[in-house]
């Protein structure tokens, strides 16, 4: 009896153990369209913070969106940062930075996911926490990366297995 009761009881701790692994866990994916492949995943969570910058096709300006990830999956835009006005720029900046560098204009929109072009041009990349992705490195020329935040199981995330 104490046998089939210890088989039981490890049995139960390992299924749990195995549920908690492979439970799904908020993630930012970010996304190849063209190659239908994830190029980097990360775990997350409400209230992250990240920046996506990049070189204005015409202004030729540097730009930075930021973006937090709110609860359920959406992104919300928090700011927009670039040195001076231009076209497809949103207008008008309600205010300059600390330093005087950059205009910043406030965000509040909240977004399922966003997509980008990728050129030679833009230079851009994302940064979340101490990673910076230089995405003109890791996507070739005329795809399009999607950010979003998805749901993917945490073992394989932790594992690294996160394609």
Not at 27 to 36: A, G, I, Q
Not at 65 to 76: D, H, M, P, Q, Y
Not at 123 to 140: A, F, H, M, P, V
């Amino acid at each position: 009896m104490r046998t089939r009761n210890a088989i039981i009881g490890w049995t139960l701790a390992g299924a749990a153990v195995a549920g908690l692994l492979l439970f799904p866990v908020q993630t930012l994916e970010v996304r190849s369209r063209r190659m239908d492949r994830v190029i980097f995943r990360e775990m997350t969570a409400p209230g992250d913070v990240f920046t996506f910058s990049y070189i204005h096709s015409i202004e030729k300006i540097p730009v930075e969106g930021v973006f937090a990830v709110e609860e359920g999956g959406a992104l919300r835009v928090v700011e927009t940062r670039f040195p001076s006005y231009g076209a497809g720029l949103p207008s008008p900046a309600t205010r300059k930075n600390d330093d005087n560098k950059w205009m910043v204009a406030p965000g509040g929109q909240r977004v399922p996911e966003f997509s980008f072009y990728i050129s030679p041009i833009n230079q851009s990349s994302l940064r979340i926490g101490d990673k910076t992705l230089d995405l003109n490195r890791l996507i070739e020329s005329g795809d399009i990366v999607t950010v979003a935040v998805r749901r993917y199981p945490h073992l394989l995330v932790r594992l690294g297995l996160n394609k």
